[in-house]
């Protein structure tokens, strides 16, 4: 039997695999410490707990509307023109089975065969993938820690092509913790007045989990807004990652495009989850900001404990709750026994000498790099780093 030649277009997320590594080894009794997952180790907030009961008291228990139930949709409204002053209306808004629906639905709608998909490096490891599925063409632009990471104008500019359909990045970045300021958004613009048929697809899911200050979408300049396609959800900054939510803001013919395909996929998203989402989004975000002050300890103790390795150059990020260090000071280095090649090697290295997961950074485009996530508590941090130390310092 032959399966469909679809699968052979894309790559497992490396994500996950480093994350289903990592449970083996700790099923077999090691004590395996995880830097890899991106997600919030904190419990979703009471209140919007107490939502979800009473959700499934009230008997919200029924099929939904493919887009979301409309006081959802109001919700998401209200919380943009909050916080980031943007008008929508709910028929704007589509609620997925998570942001990565989102995501897929954007890109499914918008890319035909052949067509390019302009990612700056590094990405989300989802990104490429699914324009492989979609058929389009991935075209990296590579970014250096020294740049912090950002596409300038002028490499956007050069990377334009007559078949360029899409412009995809993410701020605050994951991997990187890169965050976009308004003039550089402003910079970035101006190269897309001269392109009136890209697309913007702004992935801003880490969009509270930010240290530097306010956060700025790209659909701010109003000439733009019309293409550009925001992605959000609630896992990251309302610790609701098993929730699955996650939502599109776009004009009303890509809204309705998505809606149609989410139609034949998934339909719409969970019943109860939605209505714990109206509450979350239109509640005191105080437990949200809580939960970023303590990433931002995290992130400096993080920070402190990097600096003590040497080899190991590291941009302090400046949103989400990873640090994407460059560590191939190690590359061709040896404990005797292993030899460290490249990005996954040293991910691999890590998790079977110091036992605490990592994701290789050529999975998210920048084969220099390795993700360690700082959502982890503390001690569990400090223990991590000090094995990591421990393992570098044998290779030679």
Request: hydrophobic share 40%; proline share 4%; charged share 25%.
């Amino acid at each position: 039997m032959q399966l469909s030649s679809i699968l052979t277009r894309f790559n497992e997320p490396e994500t996950l695999k480093m994350a289903k590594l990592g449970r083996e080894l700790r099923a077999k009794g090691v004590d395996v410490i995880d830097l890899s997952l991106g997600e919030p180790d904190f419990d979703t907030p009471q209140h919007i707990k107490d939502a979800a009961k009473k959700a499934i008291d009230d008997n919200w228990s029924h099929y939904t509307p493919v887009p979301g139930f409309l006081d959802l949709r109001e919700a998401i409204c209200q919380k943009f023109k909050r916080d980031n002053n943007l008008d929508y209306k709910p028929e704007n808004i589509v609620a997925s089975t998570g942001a990565k629906q989102s995501l897929a639905n954007a890109i499914l709608a918008i890319v035909d065969e052949g067509e390019e998909v302009i990612i700056p490096t590094p990405y989300w490891v989802t990104y490429s993938e699914l324009v492989k599925i979609a058929k389009g063409k991935v075209v990296e632009v590579h970014t250096t820690l020294e740049s912090g990471f950002k596409i300038t104008a002028a490499q956007l500019e050069k990377t334009i092509t007559d078949k360029t359909k899409a412009f995809l990045f993410s701020s605050p970045c994951n991997p990187s913790g890169a965050v976009y300021t308004k003039n550089e958004l402003a910079e970035l613009a101006e190269v897309f007045r001269k392109y009136p048929d890209i697309f913007i697809i702004s992935d801003e899911i880490y969009e509270y989990i930010n240290f530097i200050g306010k956060h700025e979408s790209i659909a701010q300049f109003s000439d733009l807004k019309d293409r550009v396609i925001i992605i959000n959800g609630l896992s990251k900054g309302f610790a609701m990652t098993g929730w699955r939510l996650g939502y599109i803001a776009a004009n009303a013919d890509v809204a309705k495009a998505c809606e149609k395909l989410q139609g034949q996929f998934t339909s719409g998203t969970n019943s109860i989850t939605q209505k714990a989402g109206v509450v979350a989004l239109t509640s005191d975000l105080k437990p949200s900001f809580e939960m970023v002050a303590e990433f931002t300890r995290r992130r400096k103790r993080t920070m402190e404990l990097v600096k003590e390795i040497p080899g190991i150059k590291c941009f302090e990020p400046q949103g989400a709750f990873y640090i994407f260090p460059d560590v191939s000071y190690y590359y061709g280095k040896s404990d005797g026994t292993t030899v460290i090649n490249n990005s996954a090697d040293f991910s691999m290295y890590l998790l079977n000498t110091a036992h605490v997961s990592s994701v290789m950074g050529d999975a998210f485009g920048d084969g220099k790099c390795v993700r360690f996530s700082f959502a982890n508590s503390m001690q569990n941090i400090e223990k991590a780093w000090a094995r990591i130390k421990d393992a570098l310092a044998k290779l030679k």
